[in-house]
């Protein structure tokens, strides 16, 4: 299983981006999909996840700011992010989860600044 993420930049305070991550291989009916990010100096964090039946779980830090949804057709899952902070900045990841086991793709840098 590989995954690719793409759709992360440079964008002022208040500005939005979107998210896409491609998953490509052994993919499984059953899964769940998410978003984790990283800032410097901070651990990992969960910043949002969507199963395959479209059931989805936020951090608080984002709700209401960020959406995920998935395409299960293509195996794409995205993360809608509005209103973005400076704390919203870092690598952000994408993860499946299927069969017990995980999957990582290579982060993509979110910088949120003036």
């Known amino acids: 299983v590989q995954l690719q993420a793409s759709g992360g930049g440079l964008v002022q305070p208040g500005g939005s981006l979107r998210l896409s991550c491609a998953a490509s291989?052994?993919?499984?009916?059953?899964?769940?999909m998410g978003w984790y990010r990283q800032a410097p100096g901070k651990q990992r964090e969960l910043v949002a996840v969507i199963g395959s039946s479209g059931a989805t779980n936020y951090a608080d830090s984002v709700k209401d700011r960020f959406t995920i949804s998935r395409d299960n057709a293509k195996n794409m899952v995205y993360l809608q992010m509005n209103s973005l902070k400076p704390e919203d900045t870092a690598v952000y990841c994408c993860k499946l989860a299927q069969r017990f086991l995980d999957y990582w793709g290579k982060g993509t840098q979110v910088t949120v600044s003036s």
């Open positions: 291989g052994s993919i499984f009916s059953i899964n769940a």
